[in-house]
């Protein structure tokens, strides 16, 4: 959510800096194997672009991209980990795929140049297009769809890399979950409140209508509170998230609320608003922090890691996973969409 993540917050991109500059690479990883020089035309978020039929060295540009990838089967040769998130670089190191840090939010079209790619894969969030630079300039770029429901960004990936049956499948795991979780609640669902706090500013937020995930909580059977449900009237302020007053917070009161949790994203600018103590979900204890770089939607993975969280939700076990559930969610991820 409201970390910019391709300028999803754009107005706080100047506060957001990578920490660390690009390893220098292998001989091994700069050979490009032959490919057979064949393409083929798609159409992805920044128009109509030639691909190469049988890409040998593909480059995710953030961590989202490259797990969307992996979900459909193909394996990239590097990836940035320029979204600095916890739980989806973690898996991504468990694959053996090389993890490249950048000197800049966007990696620099120099450090892309270095890793010699056939194709460059991006998550074309809001802002992408103009502020990202021209990296079809280096390799063809593919600007994978940000802005949809899991089932909707797989199934372009999959139209994308000529996979539609495995990205099929997947959106099948999540179709399922979701009945599986509305199943579960039965005839009195759940209320959902889902809130967040920028950590440099402590700007409290919630998750609005416009929120790519606000179709998988509905799937899933819970009901919103009012001002969530509803989209913005000013639109959605930062991607899917709205600020709000610290006087507005008994109005994001639920049976469950669910705070969104990263290295962005603090706790205790939602925990220590003056009526925080008061809301029923937390004299309930159904108060539960969830993973906010997952919570933040924009890849299929994304949308399982949230569904699997509604489910402990929906059973009254309210236990969302942690990054040492990360290896194991991967894994039944991968294997439900086999199934």
């Known amino acids: 959510m409201p970390r910019k993540k391709y300028s999803r917050l754009a107005s706080f991109a100047a506060s957001v800096t990578a920490i660390a500059v690009l390893a220098g690479c292998s001989q091994a990883s700069t050979e490009k194997p032959a490919t057979s020089g064949e393409t083929r035309e798609i159409t992805s978020e920044m128009g109509k672009v030639e691909v190469p039929v ?10 989202p991209a490259a797990l969307n990838l992996l979900s459909i089967g193909i394996t990239p040769v590097a990836v940035y980990d320029s979204w600095s998130t916890t739980v989806p670089k973690q898996i991504l190191e468990d694959e053996g795929i090389e993890i490249h840090s950048t000197s800049t939010w966007y990696p620099e079209l120099e450090e892309v140049a270095e890793l010699d790619p056939d194709l460059i894969v991006g998550s074309a969030a809001e802002g992408f297009a103009q502020s990202a630079p021209d990296y079809s300039s280096v390799a063809p770029l593919v600007a994978g769809l940000y802005a949809g429901t899991g089932q909707e960004i797989i199934e372009a990936y999959g139209e994308y890399f000529d996979r539609a049956e495995q990205a099929e499948a997947v959106a099948k795991v999540l179709d399922e979950m979701g009945e599986a ?13 889902v809130l967040m706090s920028w950590a440099q500013d402590n700007m409290p937020l919630y998750m609005d209508n ?13 009901t919103r509170p009012e001002l969530q449900d509803a989209v913005p009237e000013e639109g959605s302020a930062f991607g899917g998230w709205t600020p709000f007053s610290p006087e507005q917070l008994p109005e994001h009161d639920a049976d469950v609320l669910a705070v969104a949790v990263a290295a962005q994203y603090n706790l205790d600018g939602i925990t220590d608003l003056p009526l925080y103590e008061k809301l029923g979900a937390v004299t309930n204890d159904h108060s539960v922090v969830v993973d906010g770089d997952l919570w933040s939607g924009g890849a299929a993975f994304y949308t399982y890691w949230v569904l699997a969280d509604l489910a402990t939700f929906a ?16 894994a039944a991820f991968i294997e439900a969409a086999k199934a």
């Open 181 to 193: 979780n509305a199943q579960a609640q039965g005839a009195e669902p759940k209320s959902l409140s």
């Open 210 to 222: 416009t929120n790519s995930l606000h179709g998988a909580l509905a799937s899933s059977g819970f």
């Open 54 to 63: 049988e890409a040998k060295r593909i480059v995710a540009l953030d961590e």
């Open 315 to 330: 059973d009254d076990s309210f236990a969302p996973g942690t990054e040492k559930d990360a290896a194991d969610r991967w």
